[in-house]
C-alpha cells in the first residue's frame, strides 16, 4: 500500500484488533482527517513507535494527531510535501520538540498551511502571527501556500515577515489582495520568488502628482529593473473591474523584465484577455507594446 486517506479514530490507525502497534513500512501518502481522540490515552500514545517510516506526502485536517510527533517520526529523509490544517498549539507542540530544523527534511519542497483561527486553540491567532510561527517550519523550504481564509490579513507586516525568507520562489496567498505598491515591496522582499498567486486589487492608486497616463513612465523611471526571477502570476480572483487588473499586470510586466506569464482565473480569460490587448493600446503603455505583448500572447497559451 502506497497511499491511504483516514478519517475518524487515529487510535484505530495505529493499532490493530489485539491492541498491538501498527507500522506501515511502504505507506508513502497519508491524509489523516480525524476527531482529538488522543486526549482520552493521555499526551504520548505511543513514546516509541514509528508508525510511518518512508512518507513523502502527509495532509492532516484536524488537531495534531496522537497529541504528539508520531506522524513525523521516521520520515524526515523522505517527506516532499507537507499539508496542514490544524491550531496554532499544536504547531508551537511540534516546533518545540524539535520537529522542524534548517536540516531537518532534505527532500522537502512544499509546504500548504491553513489559516484555522481558534481550531480548538488556547487563543486565536492572527493569520499574521500565524504565518510568522509557520515559516519557522523547514525555513528553507522554497514552495510556499498560506491560504488565509476571509479576514484580510495586515499586508505589510506579512510582507516584512516573508521578507525573512528570501529563498521562497513559490509563494501562495490565495484570498489575500495584493495592491500594486505591496507586489511591488513582495517582490523586491523575495529575490528568488518566480510565481505568485494572490487576489489583484480594486484599483490602482495613483502616487502624488501623477496622472493616469503618465503612470508608466513613473513606474520604468522608479522602479526598473527589480525581480529579475519573477516571471507568473496565478490570479486566484480578479476584482470587479478586470479592466483595473489587466492594467495592474502591465504595469508589473514593465519593471519585471522577465514577467510573461498571467493566469487568469478560467471563467474571466475572455473578458481579461479583452482588457489586456485594450490596453496595450491605449496612451502610456502603446510605446512599449512589444515587451508587453509577450504577457498577451503567452497567457493565451499558458
Given at each position: 500500500m502506497t497511499g491511504y486517506s483516514h478519517h475518524g479514530s487515529t487510535y484505530d490507525?495505529?493499532?490493530?484488533?489485539?491492541g498491538d502497534y501498527v507500522c506501515y513500512?511502504?505507506?508513502r501518502v497519508l491524509k489523516l482527517e480525524h476527531?482529538?481522540?488522543?486526549?482520552?490515552?493521555?499526551?504520548?500514545v505511543l513514546p516509541s513507535v514509528v508508525p510511518f517510516p518512508i512518507l513523502r506526502i502527509l495532509s492532516l485536517t484536524g488537531r495534531c494527531p496522537f497529541g504528539d510527533d508520531t506522524v513525523f517520526r521516521g520520515n524526515a529523509a523522505t517527506l516532499e510535501s507537507l499539508v496542514l490544517k490544524t491550531n496554532h498549539d499544536d504547531i508551537v507542540k511540534l516546533v518545540e520538540r524539535g520537529v522542524f530544523t534548517p536540516t531537518s527534511h532534505p527532500r522537502l519542497q512544499c509546504v500548504k498551511i491553513l489559516h484555522t483561527g481558534y481550531y480548538g486553540s488556547r487563543h486565536y491567532a492572527s493569520y499574521v502571527e500565524y504565518l510568522s510561527l509557520l515559516l519557522s517550519i523547514a525555513p528553507n523550504v522554497a514552495v510556499r501556500s498560506f491560504p488565509c481564509g476571509e479576514s484580510q490579513p495586515d499586508i505589510p507586516s506579512m510582507i516584512s515577515i516573508l521578507g525573512g525568507y528570501p529563498n521562497i520562489q513559490v509563494l501562495s496567498l490565495p484570498e489575500v489582495y495584493l495592491s500594486l505598491w505591496n507586489a511591488i515591496l513582495l517582490i523586491k522582499s523575495l529575490p528568488l520568488l518566480s510565481d505568485l498567486h494572490s487576489r489583484t486589487p480594486y484599483h490602482i492608486q495613483l502616487p502624488a502628482n501623477v496622472r493616469e497616463k503618465e503612470l508608466p513612465v513613473y513606474m520604468l523611471s522608479n522602479y526598473k529593473p527589480m525581480g529579475q526571477r519573477f516571471r507568473c502570476w496565478h490570479i486566484s480572483?480578479?476584482?470587479?473591474?478586470?479592466?483595473?487588473?489587466a492594467r495592474f499586470l502591465l504595469l508589473l510586466a514593465l519593471i519585471c523584465p522577465n514577467f510573461d506569464y498571467c493566469v487568469p482565473p478560467k471563467d474571466e480569460f475572455r473578458e481579461y484577455m479583452y482588457e489586456l490587448r485594450r490596453a496595450i493600446d491605449s496612451d502610456g503603455f502603446k510605446d512599449h507594446a512589444p515587451r508587453l505583448r509577450r504577457l498577451l500572447f503567452s497567457s493565451w497559451g499558458y
Open positions: 490507525l495505529i493499532r490493530d484488533a489485539g513500512p511502504r505507506l476527531y482529538p481522540d488522543f486526549e482520552r490515552y493521555g499526551s504520548s480572483k480578479t476584482s470587479a473591474y478586470v479592466s483595473e487588473t
